[in-house]
């Protein structure tokens, strides 16, 4: 009897794309071992979780083995890195093993990071170290948690390898899973080579695997424009709720799907401040919390260039439609962050105002919130969570998010904040205790603290102890558990554990 293949294998990239690919073999590792296997997701895929958590799956994932019906391919793209243009960047330390159907026929990458060398290296080692293996893992899988579009993690493999960065650090590859890996770069690499036939190509297995409502559209690029934008808006409006800073936005960074992805130097931010970076190498703040919506619509206005060769042979008409539709951006993100705060503050869409159009009114008391966290520097996650104490009425947890130097200067602003905000949820005609009962399965309690993931990758890195990673990881997937509510995990950094953090690239 022969097992059946590993993973059931169906290629639509490979087979749609070529020219916008180069195959690759993944480079074996010396001396692989098990860092995490994602025994969940595995199921949700439908793959065979106890075969691929065990040795057959790590000669895979350290790239011993090529399992049957994969092609091994690294993509091409190009992108925008912190503005500048490249064009030609591609995977040049990942690949893309294959693509599988999961029982509810949707379609995921499987890829691989920190494979080794690929045509696209340029002077990189195609490697990939511990620590951020393991930090892609904990906030992609936290994102997941959250309920938040993004790729995930399937597994974390240690290759007994040693990768030369500013010190010598144990390596390691992540087993990425993703709606697809296309980007605003992969559309900007064949703009930029005026390759208008892949670049067709390219939008139509786009159209296919993420957008098949618009299969009919008359303009199929500028309705993938449209639809691409209006993603791109949600998962900004939804990061901006749970305070994650990506850290780097480039266009090869913005994906076609709306999934979260690349996770380098992000973060989550503690204590509310729009102007919040953490990124070592972001000297300018391009990338700060506050900066994202409109580094979207940029990032956006580039797909729009790149998509101008198929939008009619009218050009004058073409630039019109498209320049129309980002700048369409700002209502559109506005619609959608509006949500996200309405539902953030158990607010329901008023009966004269539907989800489509939020009242200005609860924006503006969203937004006053907002500005009163910053003022008082109190953190982000908490300040709303606690919010549900307050109408329980039990507000002491929250007023001790207040500095007492806040409470005692703008006593009034939040009281008068408070007061508007209770109106406000009056007028819905809802028991207290039931919005509260709504706030808590929104606002989430667990985060993944910086302070706490440094500490796990540090563990692992440095120690080898996995054991402070699978603790973390064990309760930022659970991010709603009012049982952890006392627990270190829910804990804001004190002021000496959050001074100066930064993260790093990870490359
Ligand atoms: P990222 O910062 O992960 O978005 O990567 C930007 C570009 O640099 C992509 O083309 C990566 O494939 C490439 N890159 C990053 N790190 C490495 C590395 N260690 N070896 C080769 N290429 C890399
Ligand atoms: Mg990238």
């Not at 303009?219 to 993603?231: F, G, M, T």
């Not at 369409?328 to 503050?345: C, D, M, N, T």
């Not at 508007?420 to 039931?434: D, M, N, S, V, Y």
């Not at 402070?468 to 009012?482: G, V």
Request: net charge negative.
């Amino acid at each position: 009897m022969t097992l059946p293949a590993l993973f059931p294998f169906d290629n639509s990239y490979a087979r749609d794309l070529v020219g916008a690919y180069v195959p690759v073999v993944p480079q074996a590792a010396p001396a692989p071992r098990w860092l995490r296997f994602n025994h969940g997701l595995a199921q949700a895929l439908g793959l065979d979780a106890e075969r691929l958590a065990g040795d057959e799956g790590l000669a895979v994932f350290a790239g011993q083995v090529v399992p049957a019906g994969a092609q091994p391919l690294a993509q091409a793209y190009a992108g925008h890195q912190f503005g500048g243009f490249s064009p030609q960047l591609g995977d040049g330390r990942a690949l893309l093993l294959g693509e599988v159907l999961d029982p509810q026929g949707r379609r995921h990458d499987i890829a691989f990071k920190g494979s080794g060398r690929t045509p696209f290296s340029r002077g990189g080692d195609g490697k990939a170290a511990v620590g951020p293996v393991l930090r892609e893992y904990l906030i992609s899988e936290a994102m997941h948690a959250l309920g938040l579009p993004t790729t995930r993690t399937l597994a974390a493999v240690a290759t007994g390898e040693t990768v030369r960065r500013e010190r010598a650090l144990p390596g390691a590859v992540l087993v990425r899973t993703a709606a697809s890996h296309v980007r605003v770069g992969t559309f900007q690499f064949f703009a930029a080579r005026q390759d208008s036939a892949t670049l067709q190509r390219l939008v139509e297995h786009v159209m296919t695997r993420h957008y098949p409502e618009l299969a009919d559209s008359a303009n199929p690029a500028l309705a993938l424009l449209r639809a691409a934008i209006d993603r791109q808006a949600a998962l900004v409006a939804r990061w901006m709720g749970v305070g994650f800073i990506h850290g780097v936005m480039n266009t090869d960074n913005t994906t076609l799907s709306g999934e979260t992805i690349d996770y380098g130097p992000c973060a989550f931010m503690e204590a509310h401040d729009p102007d919040t970076v953490f990124s070592s190498i972001d000297h300018h703040g391009r990338y700060a919390y506050g900066n994202q919506p409109g580094i979207a619509q940029w990032n956006l206005a580039r797909l729009a260039e790149a998509l101008l060769p198929l939008m009619g042979a009218d050009t004058d008409a073409a630039v019109a439609q498209a320049t129309e539709a980002v700048n369409a951006f700002p209502a559109v993100y506005q619609r959608h962050w509006g949500a996200v705060l309405r539902q953030k503050l158990g607010l329901r869409p008023r009966a004269d105002a539907p989800d489509a159009a939020p009242d200005s009114a609860d924006l503006a008391l969203g937004q006053d919130y907002l500005a009163l966290l910053h003022s008082g520097q109190v953190d982000h996650t908490l300040g709303f969570r606690r919010l549900a104490d307050v109408l329980r009425g039990q507000p002491a947890p929250w007023l001790a998010l207040w500095q007492a130097e806040t409470l005692a200067a703008a006593p009034a602003a939040l009281q008068t904040w408070l007061t508007a905000w209770q109106q406000r949820l009056a007028q819905q005609g809802e028991a207290p205790a039931q919005v509260a009962e709504r706030l808590d399965a929104v606002n989430p309690l667990v985060i993944p603290r910086n302070h706490l993931v440094e500490a796990a990758l540090d563990a692992a890195t440095d120690r080898g102890d996995l054991q402070p990673f699978e603790a973390l990881l064990a309760a930022i997937t659970r991010p709603w558990a009012a049982d952890l509510a006392d627990s270190p995990w829910a804990q804001p950094a004190t002021p000496a554990q959050s001074a100066g953090y930064q993260t790093f690239c990870g490359t």
